[in-house]
């Protein structure tokens, strides 16, 4: 636990005691490589802090292909945010890449750190702030890049991502086909 709480305190301004309160209904988990750990049709009821590992994101099409989203790294909070906010069913599905630990933070903890944390509302704030900010730039970049550029620039945004993901993942989040990331990576 010693990590989420090290990236709340560098978040917001958090007592040891708000952070005692605010995590002692929350749990440590494990999850195998390529292990689903929230999948479509669920109201997605938690977030999920990687201590260690890396989740990706993906959305399945109505022809079945997997398309990949996002990826999560450590020190990050992941969930399907707009269906976690909406209590709606969720269209994604989050894989982990890697053995991959987290806290889970099921909603009754994210609502009363709203509540009962003093800056919690911000933290929340921030916390939605970021995603926003990120998917903002991944669509942008998918229409004014080059896929040469969104090449070059993916470990800006997911250091070490190319030793850590199979190429056909990148190649998804990219929005090309393995066979052009594999051109891409020969013209280096």
Partial sequence: MEQIRKVMKQMINVSDKELNDFLCNSFSKTFKRLEFISRPNQIPNEIYFINKGLIRVLVTDNDGM?????????????????????????????????ETQVVVLPRSIIEWGYNNLIEGQKMGRLIAEYYFIYQDSRIKNLYIRTPKQRYDSITEVFPNIHNRVPQHMIASYLGITPIHLSRLKKRE
């Fill in 66 to 98: 997997e398309h990949t989203i996002h990826f999560a790294l450590e020190n990050q909070f992941i969930a399907d945010y707009t269906n976690f906010i909406q209590k709606s069913t969720s269209i994604y599905s989050l894989q982990t890449l890697e």
